[in-house]
């Protein structure tokens, strides 16, 4: 079929959807329907009709001949975004070596098992990032089976990390500022007598400084921020992990000009050993988790809640030598007489093992709290943890690193990530074997095509002359039973 007649079959259907509309207008829905079937239809038929060429035209060439054999002409079907792309593709067996290739796809980079396109590919990822999979089934407009395991296989496909190339000219500022939490994702397996257990989703962001969200007092906004995460199980994990933020900074920013990075946490050992990778930093302890701990302590006290509070941060605020050992006596008072030890316990333990850390976040002007839970639960909680639901560590590793990709850079970057992974499964597979089929020319398949439209776009302005008068009558009569 040629170009010439997909435009013709795309031209009648929208016709005839058009008739059928000004025949019942209420009925619009119908009519956008029909015309979105068959515009989809038509991107199909018309992407399978160029790769038919672009095979042809592989088989004609001069570079081929004497290289490659035809062995056989094969048909393909893919599933793409607008649809399922049927189209030819020759096998070939090279005269060098005796082994065998389909050109087409080592052109177009489409490896033998694969049945997406790359943007069929970003589609499904897309809605894998706010829905479960079996809705992201969905999406796309195919008449192949596509189930939720095949989403599931495409999460785990992703490449485990992607290098970080930086900006051409690198960034300068004075601090940097390091934020760190966690978020703790059920764990999926086959046995439905045995709870599931639980393992640890990581997440780091680094950004420059805070500034105030326009129209909003209390709010404000992380500039230049990036996010990284991912499960990093261990210690082998955490130097992975600190050593990616490491490279971050020193491939964006100039590091010779940053005086201090700050890192902020919880006091989980993860998070306080960044200090050994990140060059001159300290680490401060989280604001929101002390004023969460002193409150809930200060709640055992029932009556003297808001007077054992102000003494907790009297202790904490002071600059006397033995604040630290009267905050170890005040507790333990505390516990004395309290409705409950176990929250006067944890403020001890994390404040007394973490006290330096807790004097420098009080007393560093540069230092104005932390946000990391609340990042966790936008970034992690939101698709991992929120939902009853159990993940295996590699979909819940990939579902990590895939949001904050796409909060790093959008997700019109999403495809850079579909394009490197499948590169990086391809090496897996073969190797670094590179078949030098760009010499190929499509000029003639280019220059063919234009041919065949520009000789229709005569045609098709003869036929679609716009308002015609049946139209215009047609369309006044139901304007008139209004």
């Given at each position: ?22 025949d019942n207008p209420k009925d619009f829905n119908s009519l956008e329907k029909s015309v979105k079937a068959s515009t989809e239809s038509f991107a199909a038929e018309f992407l399978g009709k160029v790769l038919s060429s672009v095979n042809e035209q592989i088989c004609k060439s001069s570079y081929r001949i004497g290289r490659y054999t035809i062995q056989r ?355 897996e597979a073969t190797g670094t074997e590179d078949i030098p089929v760009q010499e190929i020319s499509t000029g003639e398949i280019i220059a063919e095509h234009y041919d065949q439209s520009r000789s229709y776009i005569e045609r098709i302005q003869a036929r679609m002359p716009g308002l015609t008068s049946r139209k215009i009558l047609r369309i006044r009569n ?5």
């Open positions: 079929m040629t170009i010439v007649s997909l435009l013709d079959e795309l031209v009648n259907a929208l016709l005839k959807a058009e008739g059928t509309f000004l002409n094969d048909k393909r079907k893919i599933i793409s975004s607008v649809g399922d792309i049927t189209f030819d593709c020759t096998y070939f067996k090279r005269c060098a070596d005796g082994g065998y290739t389909y050109l087409l796809e080592d052109m177009i980079g489409l490896s033998r098992n694969e049945r997406f396109t790359e943007e069929a590919e970003v589609m499904l990822l897309t809605e894998t990032l706010k829905t479960s999979y079996e809705e992201a089934t969905k999406v796309l407009p195919s008449k192949q089976r596509i189930t939720k395991t095949t989403v599931m296989n495409k999460i785990h496909q992703l490449a485990e990390e992607m290098p970080y190339e930086g900006p051409e000219e690198l960034k300068e500022t004075d601090y940097l500022f390091i934020e760190a939490d966690e978020d703790h994702v059920a764990e999926q397996h086959g046995d439905n007598d045995k709870d599931n257990k639980s393992f640890i989703s990581k997440l780091i962001y680094v950004y420059e400084y805070k500034r105030d969200v326009p129209g909003h007092k209390s709010r404000k906004e992380l500039v230049n921020k990036f996010y990284f995460s991912g499960l990093y199980p261990g210690k082998e994990g955490n130097e992975k992990l600190w050593g990616k933020v490491s490279d971050y900074i020193n491939k964006t920013y100039d590091v010779s000009k940053i005086k201090r990075v700050f890192i902020s946490g919880d006091g989980a050992l993860w998070i306080k050993g960044g200090i050994h990778y990140i060059e001159n930093s300290l680490y401060c302890a989280d604001k929101y988790h002390l004023m969460q701990y002193v409150n809930q302590a200060a709640g055992q006290m029932l009556d003297e809640k808001e007077i054992v509070k102000q003494e907790l941060w009297h202790l904490l605020h002071s600059k006397k030598s033995k604040a630290k050992k009267r905050f170890d006596e005040y507790t333990n008072e505390m516990m004395k007489s309290a409705k409950k030890t176990e929250p006067i316990e944890t403020l001890r333990s994390y404040v007394l093992g973490n006290w330096s850390a807790v004097r420098r976040t009080l007393e560093n002007k540069f230092v104005s709290g932390c946000s990391a839970e609340s990042h966790v639960s936008h970034v992690l909680s939101d698709r991992l943890s929120s939902r009853p639901m159990g993940w295996s560590q590699t979909g819940a590793d990939r579902m990590s690193k895939l949001r904050c990709y796409e909060r790093n850079y959008g997700r019109e970057g999403i495809i850079d990530f579909v394009r490197y992974s499948r590169e990086h499964r391809l090496l139901h304007l008139s039973g209004l």
